[in-house]
Nanobody, 120 residues
């Protein structure tokens, strides 16, 4: 089985920074594309950033220049560095990872979510 555990969410003031992490554990054969999503109250979940296995990175326009997605394959961990935070960044952030569990077929997994609150 594969589990994703998120951490790093907190309450910060506008202009501050946070670093979210998402650690995968369990029977991991390989990790494919990874991404970060967020969902604010009353809104649909939206894509924040994606990182493909070939290194291609895409960001939502709202976070370009402020957020950085990265991964450490040796540690089976992905990160989202969030700088210059704004109140509109307030949301529950979820990591999403494609994983091949052992020699099984590819599966898609979500983290449990971590709350980011930015005060003005």
């Amino acid at each position: 089985q594969v589990q994703l555990v998120e951490s790093g969410g907190d309450l910060v003031q506008a202009g501050g920074s946070l670093r979210l992490s998402c650690a995968a554990s369990g029977s991991i054969g390989s990790i494919g594309a990874v991404g970060w999503y967020r969902q604010a109250p009353g809104k649909q979940r939206e894509l924040v950033a994606t990182l493909a296995t070939d290194g291609d990175i895409k960001y939502a326009d709202s976070v370009k220049g402020r957020f950085t997605i990265s991964r450490d394959n040796a540690k089976n961990t992905m990160y989202l560095q969030m700088n210059s935070l704004k109140p509109e960044d307030t949301a529950v952030y979820y990591c999403n990872v494609y994983v091949r569990s052992g020699r099984a077929s590819w599966g898609n997994y979500w983290g449990q979510g971590t709350q980011v609150t930015v005060s003005s």
